[in-house]
Nanobody
Framework: QVQLVESGGGLVQAGGSLRLSCAAS????????MGWFRQAPGKEREFVAA????????FHTDSVKGRFTISRDNTKNTVYLQMNSLNPEDTAVYYC??????????????????????WGQGTQVTVSS
């Protein structure tokens, strides 16, 4: 089992920044990748970014490239999502996820929700115009 706890959400004005954190505990050695997803009201949960646990290779969805950065601190078993130049379209509940499957070594699987086994409770990010 892996437990995930997100923090760092809040209210920010357009153009501002936030940093989300996701602290992992439990069987973290078994993780292949961790990711961030988000869900806006009335919309499907969508992929934001992922980082491979062993190689640190990262992948960001097109809508956040150049603005968001996923990173990892192994000493703290924590993954971060630095979000800059926020706009109202970024308003959503942000979820941290962790996956153990070897399928996550393939880039084609990084954005697939079903490949992730564990999820955090979510943290609200609201961007005002």
């Amino acid at each position: 089992q892996v437990q995930l706890v997100e923090s760092g959400g809040g209210l920010v004005q357009a153009g501002g920044s936030l940093r989300l954190s996701c602290a992992a505990s439990g069987r973290t050695f078994s993780m292949a990748a961790m990711g961030w997803f988000r869900q806006a009201p009335g919309k499907e949960r969508e992929f934001v970014a992922a980082i491979m646990w062993s190689t640190r290779i990262t992948f960001h969805t097109d809508s956040v490239k150049g603005r968001f950065t996923i990173s990892r601190d192994n000493t703290k078993n924590t993954v971060y999502l630095q979000m800059n130049s926020l706009n109202p379209e970024d308003t959503a509940v942000y979820y941290c996820a962790a996956g153990q499957s070897d399928r996550l070594t393939y880039a084609s699987n990084w954005a697939r929700r079903n490949e992730y086994d564990y999820w955090g409770q979510g943290t609200q990010v609201t961007v005002s115009s």
